[in-house]
């Protein structure tokens, strides 16, 4: 838009109207509001000018109806400027323009002829309510016109045809009537229009102001004042460059106009441009105008339209700020970060992820994520991000795998969360990927020093426990052998010749061992020069048949460098049909055990096949069952107690409570022969919560009697089962309640893994617990090591204890040691105190020792023994001695 336009479009048609109508004409309040006297100046000159007149028709000033008529005129204008309309009813402010006829009268009657010079004056009075009274009052003025007309015929005289002065009164009357009503039609549409204008004018949230060739504003709308600061009043007629203009571009504008008024075009009306405005404080502000011309009456009118964009530059810069802000800490943040596509496109990533993926310079852009996943994590993955994406899921936080640009696996912690736009929908992703590979490996290592043995490298107990359970529980029927065999000479020679050599002699039995095997049998090393093998779907004679082999494979001398040593073993069998109820796997091996035992007995080198006799038939079972249920009822169950040692000052820093069976044929028994039948049938939570209160009452007894140490705390196992109640945190409270003693002073054991295994059921206890203020210790700990985090959220967590299968090993291999200081370190860096149980050896306490483990429990400091035989072994100068 260059060349200048004369007037169509809408907004210029408005300011350009504007700019003769004045929307203070209210109808009917003219004596009101500013510019009064503008208004009411052209009748009061016209009151004026019969007196003006009065030579010309004969008058004299000193006629007294003169005077009356000067007076009256006089009292008019008084009235107009002193009386206070705006109180008054709007209908009063029709007499002063009614008081013309009188006036007119007056003079009409102190100059009579028929030609009198005052008639048109009577034309005065409709003419102001033509423009500003109202119909009612028109009509009013109009009648009263005639009737003083006709007032000159009869009452006043002075007209000498009587029928040509009533025509002249109907004929002014008619005239009047039609062109006042049509004036009054103009001017009410007129003032319509501008009302409209001005509204919409004052609608827009643009500054509008016209002003003409001379910079002079003629308009200047509701939002020109709010943004310039300037009002209506004081603008209309001033200078807008003087007003609205930085000094210094004051001259420019000038330039411009006048470089229209010449060429007919300017740079300042070629669309929106930005400039600077002043307020009327003299801030100087960013605007945007358009500027348009139109001709009015011969004289250019320029449209200005003015937006404030201060907030927008700001905003922008403020926008652009927080963007670097974001960009920077993107870039900074150590970790990698990207903003991904809903689809799973790279479409920025940071300098940490190129370097952790081995993509640098941004070479991932434009890649999917799962372009670099690896291929077992890519379903997971991207199952999760359709769920963000469809808003099912707020943000997915994963341990996965990236495929590194060398192909290597890089192990990442990694949280995806959606970006919404303003309607809330997903439109990016933001991802967070830290490298945890370190982590992962150290876990990895750490679950396999867990499960195997370090020496052999053959699974130990705990792995073989879990083997012989999963190949139980599976549903084909068919049978499970253990054959379970026992160095028989091992001791002898590692006593003798040395650890380095016993080592190599376990390593030689495991590979020979090894051979042995079919696909999908398990070896085991159980500990010292114990191992077992698992074989599935075996019968009775095909497990004597691996049995014998075992015997024939030690048979042959050990090449010990020149030593020839010579190394059988002993052997026990037991064959289990997998059944409803699964295979005990603690049963199983206890059955081999037993045969193994058998075998030695019978004179080594041999194998035994476990057989019913040796410890119970499933008819058997059934009696053991009834046998301990009438047992408990009888009070046959006893609580033994074994310390648990500072493996510092070798003081008794506590006691584990653990159950007794005083069976009245078989002697006392342990709870591996008859917990299992607990277990199953649920007499387990009877004898847990005997043993509770049992020890609480027991541990209360001895706090008194002995002044035992404030630290003293007695430990209590409880089963999975018993977790599982939700009635278990009432009996806790109830037990100690009763006992009196310290809830601090109880410890309750729970295995590492029924805190894995059925989390959500065994933790829901926990908080209940806590708040009865008891503490917490992982029992058997490093079975299931796989997660710390687990651990990490039990509260009033106080201490683990390793699981006696890591401790086993420490006297036999220098390797053993790092499994336990891995698990001495984790406990340490989470705060908890390490236990050491199953210690049998002087090595493994000093070992234990050495490796900061802070207190252990087993045979080589006591036994678990009965309440009245604890008390004795309170003496720590004892334990002092045992670990001197
Ligand atoms: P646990 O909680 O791991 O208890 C430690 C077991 O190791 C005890 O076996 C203890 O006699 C034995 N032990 C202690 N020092 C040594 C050592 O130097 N060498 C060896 N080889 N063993 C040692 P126990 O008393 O036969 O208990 C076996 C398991 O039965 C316990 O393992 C525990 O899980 C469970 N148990 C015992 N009493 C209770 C009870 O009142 N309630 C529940 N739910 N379970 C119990
Ligand atoms: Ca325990
Ligand atoms: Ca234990």
Redesign the pocket.
Known sequence: MTAPQSTTGADRGIGANLRWIRADLVPGRFFEGPEVLRRVAPFVAAGLLPFALLPFADGSLTDPRILAAAALVGAMITAAFTIPWSRLPMWVQAIPPLAYFPVVALLHDASPGALSPWYPLVALVPAWFALYGTRGELAVSALAQGALLALFVWPLGGAEDTAAQLALAAATVLVTWTVGGRIQGIVGEMRRIAGESRAILNGVDEAFIAVDEDCIVHEWNAQAERTFGWSRDEMIGADLVEHATPPEHRGRVRDAIAEFLTHGHSRLMDGRTEARAMRRDGTIFPVEMTVSSQLVGGRWVFNVLVHDIGKRKRTESALSEAEERFRRAFEDIGVGMAIVSTDGVFLSVNAALGELTGYPNGELIGRRFADISHPDDVEADLNALAEIVDGERYAYRTEKRYLHASGQPVWIALIVAPIHDDQGDVVHMISQMEDITERKQAEAKLTHQALHDPLTGLPNRVLFADRVRMAGARRDGGNLAVIYLDLDTFKPVNDTLGHAVGDRVLIDVARRLERLLREGDTLARLGGDEFAILCEDVDDAEARKVAGRVIEALDRPFMIDDLELRQAASVGVAVRRRGRRGVNAEEILRDADRAMYKAKAAGKSRFAVYEGWMGGSDDSQEELERDLREGIGAGQLR??Y?PEIDLQTGAVTGA?????WEHPERGLL???QF?FI?QATGL?AE??D???RQACHQAARWREEMEADEQFTVS????E??LADPGLSGQIAQAIADSQLPPASLCL?I?ERSVMDRRAQALAAIPDIESLGVRLLV??FGVAISSFSTIKRLPRLTAI?I??SF??GLGVSSEDSSGVAAIVGLAHGLKLVAIA????TAEQALTLRGLGCDRA?????A??REPEAFGELLDSARYGELLA
């Open positions: 609580v033994h074994q584990e409570a653990l159950v007794r342990e709870p591996s917990m607990a387990i004898i847990d005997f043993v509770l209590v196992n409880l089963s089962h018993r054991e295995a029992d058997d204890k699981d006696s401790i086993a149980e199953g210690v049998e429990q087993g045979f080589y400091f036994r678990p």
